[in-house]
């Protein structure tokens, strides 16, 4: 016991002064180069740029202002994100590691896996609480401006034989969206809750389902979406139905014939509803 005692400072003062170099001469900038280029080689079309990393504890690194970029576009930025390994994967085939991070004042955070002999990566994450109105990928992606608060879940899967997968289940609370063209009189349509479940298979989007529980009307949409670059020449092919409150439909009054849409084209069910076109220039049906 005597001797435990006597070895155990020295020992505790080894601890903390290797924690003290590896954290402060910790090769911030050669971790930082071998990240960005690794990632930007393994994913043409997708760059990622980075402030800073540091070393934590457990196992793993922080990365600083993380920038995700599709060719010179940006797509999503984080204040900060930190990832620790499965330590007894590092001596496998495939390494598991779970990742936290701040964007947009909400948490993204999940789990993964990928191969170190081939670009095969498995994630599963969480969001919750992201102001999407700060993502100007999205603002840029559907031409219009949408804000509210964004909490869901996603799978995401790169294999050799099957591409990129991947799916989503969202929601969207308390927002606005801006119309590309006014419906009902509406310029922007202010929303309670945005349920969405997408899926994407390399450049097709299908949206399985989407229903909006809005302040003037209800509405569900499905449908898909074939992504083109630039995004604005992305075709639509939507349908599904409007529901317009009683009190919003009692608001317009005649104004209804001054729309072409009599009170008694809204049944029960709603008005069906189809939208072809492009993003920049939607078509807009109603049956």
Same mark, same amino acid.
């Given at each position: $016991?005597?001797?435990?005692?006597?070895?155990?400072?020295?020992?505790?003062?080894?601890?903390?002064?290797?924690?003290?170099?590896?954290?402060?001469?910790?090769?911030?900038?050669?971790?930082?180069?071998?990240?960005?280029?690794?990632?930007?080689?393994?994913?043409?079309?997708?760059?990622?740029?980075?402030?800073?990393?540091?070393?934590?504890?457990?196992?793993?690194?922080?990365?600083?202002?993380?920038?995700?970029?599709?060719?010179?576009?940006?797509?999503? +930025? $984080?204040?900060?994100?930190?990832?620790?390994?499965?330590?007894?994967?590092?001596?496998?085939?495939?390494? =598991?590691?779970?990742?936290?991070?701040?964007?947009?004042?909400?948490?993204?955070?999940?789990?993964?896996?990928?191969?170190?002999?081939?670009?095969?990566?498995?994630?599963?994450?969480?969001?919750?609480? !992201? +102001?999407?109105?700060?993502?100007?990928?999205?603002?840029?992606?559907?031409?219009?401006?949408?804000?509210?608060?964004?909490?869901? =879940?996603?799978?995401?899967?790169?294999?050799?034989?099957?591409? =990129?997968?991947?799916?989503?289940?969202?929601?969207?609370?308390?927002?606005?969206?801006?119309?590309?063209?006014?419906?009902?009189?509406?310029?922007?349509?202010?929303?309670?809750?945005?349920?969405?479940?997408?899926?994407?298979?390399?450049?097709?989007?299908? !949206?399985?389902?989407?229903?909006?529980?809005?302040?003037?009307?209800?509405?569900?949409?499905?449908?898909?979406?074939?992504?083109?670059?630039?995004?604005?020449?992305?075709?639509?092919?939507?349908?599904?139905?409007?529901?317009?409150?009683?009190?919003?439909?009692?608001?317009?009054?005649?104004?209804?014939?001054?729309?072409?849409?009599?009170?008694?084209?809204?049944?029960?069910?709603?008005?069906?509803?189809? !939208?072809?076109?492009?993003?920049?220039?939607?078509?807009?049906?109603?049956?």
């Amino acid at each position: $016991m005597s001797n435990t005692r006597k070895w155990l400072p020295y020992f505790l003062f080894i601890i903390g002064v290797t924690a003290f170099f590896i954290y402060y001469l910790f090769p911030s900038d050669k971790i930082k180069t071998y990240i960005t280029v690794h990632f930007n080689k393994t994913y043409p079309g997708i760059n990622i740029a980075l402030d800073h990393v540091k070393p934590t504890f457990p196992p793993g690194l922080r990365l600083y202002n993380v920038n995700f970029y599709h060719t010179h576009d940006p797509l999503f +930025r $984080m204040e900060q994100i930190k990832i620790s390994p499965g330590l007894l994967s590092l001596f496998g085939s495939k390494i =598991n590691f779970s990742f936290k991070g701040s964007a947009y004042t909400g948490i993204l955070e999940g789990k993964g896996e990928f191969t170190k002999s081939t670009p095969e990566v498995m994630i599963d994450g969480t969001l919750s609480g !992201i +102001r999407i109105k700060e993502i100007s990928a999205i603002k840029d992606f559907i031409g219009r401006n949408i804000s509210g608060v964004l909490d869901g =879940n996603f799978t995401y899967r790169n294999k050799k034989e099957s591409g =990129n997968n991947l799916k989503a289940q969202l929601i969207i609370s308390n927002g606005q969206l801006e119309l590309v063209t006014p419906l009902l009189q509406l310029e922007s349509l202010a929303f309670k809750k945005i349920t969405a479940e997408l899926a994407m298979k390399n450049m097709n989007l299908n !949206i399985k389902k989407c229903i909006i529980n809005g302040d003037q009307m209800d509405g569900s949409i499905s449908g898909s979406v074939t992504l083109k670059n630039p995004p604005g020449q992305s075709y639509l092919k939507l349908s599904g139905t409007i529901k317009p409150h009683p009190l919003f439909l009692e608001k317009l009054g005649n104004d209804l014939q001054a729309n072409l849409l009599p009170k008694k084209i809204f049944g029960k069910n709603g008005v069906h509803i189809r !939208i072809y076109g492009t993003l920049d220039t939607p078509r807009l049906f109603l049956n």
